[in-house]
């Protein structure tokens, strides 16, 4: 004899362990992201200004006038420019050491970025432990799968229906893949982050060069005859040969990082439920033949 339910349903299921093979997230799509209270300490054991010179230039040019007063034939008077060139001198300090560089904090109260697309790598042999399922349906279930007889009783067919069955058991359930559009995970907050110094080796700039221009200094003199005005426009040139960094560390701490409207694609592969207790069952109809 062999019993068929066309259709089942089990309110709730109760599973002792349950393993997946593989969980694969989509592309992670995160709302805004807030980071609080970010630090960052940096330390070197040595800051060189490698050959570093001033080069200070004076550009100088002279306006003069000269006039005479004759009675009865005018003032006349001649004027003109000068230019004196633009001396210069160099100044050269050698190899300066910077200590006010050998310990930076940089301090940063709240910085937030948003909309924010990330990529998640797949999770492997994961190991979930208990869970309970909920609202579960079967179709073309036979019961059970070699017949079964009973001594003395003969039924030419059987229907019933609305049948429930208080709980029934199953040894494992096997499910190769289980997928959804979008995992909604909320706000993920994650708090008293502490990161791991780290050493860098010595760093080394590029020739640093730079340049300033003061104001325009204009002297007059003015002696009857004879009026001149020197202008003299100061510049300055600082060169280095290179910025050295020498056994430099760094380390940062974050009071709280907080994922607001976290939501991403989701994939279950080689699912398997152990030791399934299955309770409320409901049999709508049920053949006997």
Same mark, same amino acid.
């Given at each position: 004899?062999?019993?068929?339910?066309?259709?089942? &349903?089990?309110?709730?299921?109760? %599973? &002792?362990?349950?393993?997946?093979?593989?969980?694969?997230?989509?592309?992670?799509?995160?709302? $805004?992201?807030?980071?609080?209270?970010?630090?960052?300490?940096?330390? &070197?054991?040595?800051?060189?200004?490698?050959?570093?010179?001033?080069?200070?230039?004076?550009?100088? !040019?002279?306006?003069?006038?000269?006039? %005479?007063?004759?009675?009865?034939?005018?003032?006349?008077?001649?004027?003109? =420019?000068?230019?004196?060139?633009?001396?210069?001198?160099? *100044?050269?300090?050698?190899?300066?050491?910077?200590?006010?560089?050998?310990?930076?904090?940089?301090?940063? /109260?709240?910085? &937030? #970025?948003?909309?924010?697309?990330?990529?998640?790598?797949?999770?492997?042999?994961?190991? *979930?432990?208990?869970?309970?399922?909920?609202?579960? $349906?079967?179709?073309?279930? =036979?019961?059970?799968?070699?017949?079964?007889?009973?001594?003395?009783?003969?039924?030419?067919?059987?229907?019933?229906?609305? +049948?429930?069955?208080? #709980?029934?058991?199953?040894?494992?359930?096997?499910?190769?893949?289980?997928?959804?559009?979008?995992?909604?995970?909320?706000?993920?907050?994650?708090?008293?982050? @502490?990161?791991?110094?780290?050493?860098?080796?010595?760093?080394? !700039?590029?020739?640093?060069?730079?340049?300033?221009?003061?104001? /325009?200094?204009?002297?007059?003199?003015?002696? @009857?005859?004879?009026?001149?005005?020197?202008?003299?426009?100061?510049?300055?040139?600082?060169?280095?040969?290179?910025?050295?960094?020498?056994?430099?560390?760094?380390?940062?701490? +974050? #009071?709280?990082? /907080?994922?607001?409207?976290?939501?991403?694609?989701?994939?279950? *592969?080689?699912?398997?439920? !152990?030791? %399934? @207790?299955?309770?409320? +069952?409901?049999?709508?109809?049920? @053949?006997?033949?």
């Amino acid at each position: 004899m062999r019993a068929t339910i066309p259709q089942t &349903t089990a309110q709730k299921a109760g %599973v &002792t362990s349950l393993s997946v093979g593989q969980l694969s997230i989509g592309p992670v799509q995160i709302g $805004r992201l807030s980071v609080s209270d970010f630090h960052v300490g940096m330390t &070197t054991s040595k800051v060189m200004l490698r050959n570093f010179r001033i080069t200070v230039t004076v550009h100088l !040019s002279l306006d003069w006038w000269v006039g %005479v007063k004759i009675p009865f034939d005018g003032s006349p008077s001649w004027s003109g =420019t000068i230019d004196l060139g633009a001396p210069d001198v160099t *100044l050269s300090l050698g190899d300066v050491q910077v200590p006010a560089l050998q310990n930076l904090d940089i301090d940063i /109260e709240q910085l &937030t #970025a948003g909309p924010i697309a990330a990529t998640a790598s797949p999770l492997t042999n994961l190991s *979930l432990g208990t869970a309970v399922a909920e609202q579960i $349906r079967a179709q073309n279930i =036979t019961v059970p799968a070699q017949g079964f007889a009973i001594a003395g009783l003969a039924l030419a067919g059987v229907r019933a229906s609305d +049948i429930s069955i208080p #709980a029934v058991s199953v040894d494992s359930v096997d499910i190769g893949r289980v997928h959804g559009e979008a995992l909604p995970m909320g706000t993920l907050s994650l708090a008293n982050i @502490g990161l791991p110094s780290a050493s860098v080796q010595d760093v080394q !700039s590029d020739k640093i060069v730079v340049d300033g221009t003061a104001q /325009e200094y204009v002297m007059h003199c003015d002696a @009857g005859l004879l009026r001149i005005a020197l202008h003299m426009t100061p510049q300055a040139r600082g060169e280095i040969d290179h910025l050295a960094l020498t056994g430099l560390s760094a380390s940062a701490s +974050i #009071a709280a990082i /907080e994922l607001q409207n976290v939501v991403a694609p989701y994939e279950l *592969l080689n699912l398997k439920l !152990s030791d %399934v @207790g299955l309770e409320q +069952i409901t049999i709508p109809a049920l @053949g006997v033949s």
